[in-house]
């Protein structure tokens, strides 16, 4: 009899990725070249992982749609010029390489399921040595943003993985909806956008406060299936 398939679905900006710094600069960029009022810093952090059109609407409240669509032209221009420059790094946090080869070695795929556009992904893990290593990826080009559980449904159908064996792990608590909304496991991690304290009061089966803690919760989460 064959083993069951397990998933490890990874969110990217906040859990494998530390951008909130450029994400900060790219908002407040666009916000000056349309000469529009910037959001608050602290409301930035708490619109990543949704997708862009919904991350502005939130950033950027009572424009019209002309306006958004200009918002969102000018903020993918940025990255895209960004990400032409040397200097441009979105850091891995410590320890990602080391923790993804070790689901690998327990015999989970590894997935991604994310906010962020086709694009940025495939920039990302290009320039940090991840390509190949994630069987499905999600994104908004593709599937409804988080928290809708489009995206784990579509992971777990083109992987064959079952929700009881499939965990989501993220640092937001559009993360965490995701995943309870599609019946898979969520781990939440405590380095990112929101809160360790939010993501456990939104419903995270389990948090970890480093990457090398990751494998560990998975098999005790996926364990009790």
Known sequence: MSKPIKLAVFDLDGTLV??????????????????????APE???RVIGLSLDMALATL???HDAKTYAEADRVYRKLFSDWREQSGH???LF???????DALERAGYLLGIA??????GVDFLL???????????????????????PGMLFQAMSETGAAPDKTVMIGDTVYDIGMALSAKTHALGVSWGNHPASELTEFGAH????????VLHAMEQLTSRS
Do not use: C, W, Y
């Open 94 to 100: 410590d320890g990602t390489h080391p923790a993804l």
């Open 114 to 119: 994310t906010g962020k556009g086709r694009k």
């Open 206 to 213: 389990k948090i970890v406060d480093r990457m090398d803690e």
């Open 43 to 45: 409301a930035i952090p």
């Open 18 to 39: 530390d951008s909130v710094g450029h994400i900060a600069r790219a908002v407040t960029e666009t916000a000056r070249i349309l000469n529009i009022p910037a959001p």
């Open 89 to 91: 790094v979105e850091t």
């Open 126 to 148: 290009n320039h940090h040595g991840l390509v190949g290593r994630f069987v499905t990826i999600q994104t908004p080009d593709v599937a409804p943003g988080k928290p809708d």
């Open 60 to 62: 950027f409240p009572g």
